[in-house]
């Protein structure tokens, strides 16, 4: 089912793997049109399943990834790549050493970047070089974060260091041993960076986001809801299961 709200348009699959095979397909037609496409990669659960599509694509070749341009949204800090928490790691244990991508043409906020503002000035730069970037792929935290970018009094501008908020710690802690083991602060694309790509991609999964991303959709355009800045973009498809609509579907 599609759900057309204008400039955010929403696919809602009762299975959320159905969805996430649209998600594969979407990525697949960017980079058949446009092989050096720069596409923006999101970790956590939520994109799993459309990475697992994408390797699947990729063994049937019927994709190409190997001049695919791509910046991931965020990493941990500190932390190091090989560090199996990591998400340098992550993205290469999920997706990137399944595909036939360019390694050089990868690109990881630096966990343990001995001057993180310069990191994070370098980031932003490299995103204005290369970029814009053509297809972002978010998930969305259970208080409405987007990238890293907790919510706060204000939306955040480039790519920047934050401090993580005690419910992402704990919704986080799932992926540790231990909750201390948790990184406390990250590197993350700001709003601003997310805005600026031309699409975005948007994955919400079970009903434990349904209130928030009722909210982001819905509710204030406000920074307490870093999500919410998405109302304002032109060009956002949301790759749902039911369960993750449930509150907006109450609404038509
Ligand atoms: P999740 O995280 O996909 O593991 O739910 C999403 C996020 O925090 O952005």
Request: hydrophobic share 40%.
């Amino acid at each position: 089912m599609l759900l057309n709200l204008g400039n955010i348009k929403i696919h809602i699959e009762k299975d959320f793997s159905t969805a996430c095979e649209l998600g594969a397909n979407i990525i697949k037609e960017k980079l058949s049109k446009k092989p050096n496409s720069v596409i923006g990669f999101a970790t956590g659960g939520t994109p799993i399943p459309m990475y697992k599509h994408l390797i699947e694509m990729c063994n049937h070749q019927e994709i190409n990834f190997s001049e695919m341009v791509t910046f991931n949204l965020d990493e941990y800090f500190p932390i190091s790549k090989e560090n199996d928490q990591s998400y340098y790691y992550f993205m290469r244990e999920n997706l990137f050493n399944h595909i036939n991508v360019n390694f050089d043409n990868l690109h990881i906020p630096n966990g343990l970047a001995s001057d993180v503002e310069k990191e994070c000035a370098d980031y932003e730069n490299l995103i204005k070089t290369l970029g814009p970037i053509d297809l972002q792929i978010l998930g969305m935290g259970l208080n409405g974060h987007i990238g890293f970018n907790e919510p706060d009094n204000k939306f955040t501008q480039g790519t920047n260091y934050v401090a993580l908020q005690e419910s992402t710690i704990t919704a986080n802690a799932r992926f540790f041993n231990s909750i201390d083991d948790v990184p406390k602060k990250a590197l993350t694309m700001g709003i601003k960076t997310i805005m600026m790509s031309t699409e975005i991609l948007l994955l919400v999964n079970g009903e434990k986001k349904a209130d928030i991303l009722e909210q982001a959709l819905f509710g204030e355009i406000s920074p307490h809801v870093p999500a919410s800045a998405l109302q304002l973009h032109q060009n956002v498809t949301i790759l749902a299961d039911e369960s993750a609509v449930a509150n907006i579907l109450k609404r038509f």
